[in-house]
């Protein structure tokens, strides 16, 4: 669209970008200094070519067909890959190859990790050679890959795969820099007297700031409504959201992250411990707040009064090992000087839960 409107009525525009884009963007560097090796050839002679830039002769007509089959397009000139022509084939028994199709076939999408101790029971029983756990992964990869979906029936009677969607990780080496470089959220589930109840959690990971809100829904919305007042309650722009892979975190919580450009992180299934923070938050809330209030959970208007209470206990007054000793407001405010934190007012009668 830009481009359309620079060049509306100039002749010849349109032609000129296209040059410069696939000039700046599609040609490299290589491509380049070979062009430039070929006009210095067309200019000066083979000898000097030759003698100048080190170059077999039979080379550079081989760049001169690659640039003529080409069409005269730099692009030609790129290097390819380097990979040989015949490829040597992974001559491998027979039986080790069925062993992990059958292991692959019982415990579908088993890792390679996995596989390689039975294989090599199996192979210590037979008189084979086991092969490493690379070669197990290369194997598989020869073989198809030997991926299994599980499938369900829509309302129509279809049979449909269910794919695991691919979702942006959290990075292994991933550490907090300031607060609300990422916040952490999470939720409890308790039952009481048959009926379930929610505390949706979240903490800073860089000054353990933490937030909880008692609710009745596990639904997407909830979620949002929460987010909503932890963005209301923290005085921070929150630059990365880390939840795990629930469906309250989908449709409309990812719906208000996308609206506020806010990166999100989900950590990888079964692996609690890449939400540490969280999960921590979670432990000290239930065996110093939910342990004795859990009766009040069956009205969560009456429990969130008394959590608001302890949670600004817990982020002014109370003392972490984590900070060494300090409290989240304080570790806030030592480790920036300019730090204008305030906590809203909760003894005039007005919390925060009103406003939602």
């Known amino acids: ?128 050679t086991c092969p490493s756990v690379s070669t197990i992964g290369n194997l598989i990869r020869d073989m198809g890959g030997l991926r299994t979906f599980s499938q369900r029936v829509s309302h129509f009677g279809k049979v449909k795969l269910l794919k695991r969607a691919k979702v942006l990780r959290k990075p292994r080496n991933f550490q907090a820099l300031y607060p609300g470089h990422c916040g952490s959220f999470d939720t409890v589930e308790k039952i009481i007297q048959g009926c379930r109840r929610y505390v949706l959690t979240f903490t800073d990971v860089y000054s353990r700031f933490s937030l909880a809100w008692s609710t009745t829904s596990h639904a997407s919305l909830a979620v949002k409504e929460f987010f909503n007042l932890v963005t209301f309650l923290f005085p921070y722009p929150l630059a990365y959201a880390l939840t795990d892979n629930g469906s309250e975190f989908k449709k409309h919580f990812n719906e208000e992250l996308i609206r506020l450009h806010v990166a999100y992180y989900h950590t990888y299934p079964k692996t609690p411990k890449m939400n540490a923070h969280c999960e921590r938050f979670n432990m000290s809330l239930q065996e110093e707040y939910l342990d004795y209030h859990q009766s009040e959970l069956l009205l969560p208007e009456k429990f969130n009064v008394g959590l608001m209470k302890y949670l600004l206990w817990y982020n002014t007054e109370r003392p972490h090992f984590g900070l060494k000793l300090q409290t989240p407001v304080n570790f806030i405010t030592n480790s920036s000087p300019d730090c204008k934190m305030y906590l809203t007012n909760t003894v005039a009668g007005i919390f925060p839960f009103d406003l939602l």
């Open 1 to 128: 669209m830009q481009i359309h409107r620079l060049s509306y009525q100039v002749k010849g525009f349109v032609r000129i970008t296209d040059y410069a884009l696939r000039f700046a963007y599609m040609v490299t560097d290589q491509a380049k200094e070979k062009a430039r090796i070929l006009n210095f050839w067309q200019k000066y002679g083979l000898t000097a070519t030759t003698e100048a830039f080190k170059i077999k002769e039979r080379t550079l007509y081989y760049w001169q067909a690659k640039l003529k089959k080409g069409n005269g397009q730099l692009e030609a000139l790129n290097g390819g890959s380097k990979a040989p022509k015949n490829k040597r084939l992974r001559l491998w028994p027979e039986p080790i190859k069925q062993k992990i199709k059958d292991l692959r076939t019982e415990h579908p999408n088993l890792s390679k990790e996995k596989i390689h101790p039975f294989l090599l029971v199996h192979c210590q029983e037979n008189n084979l």
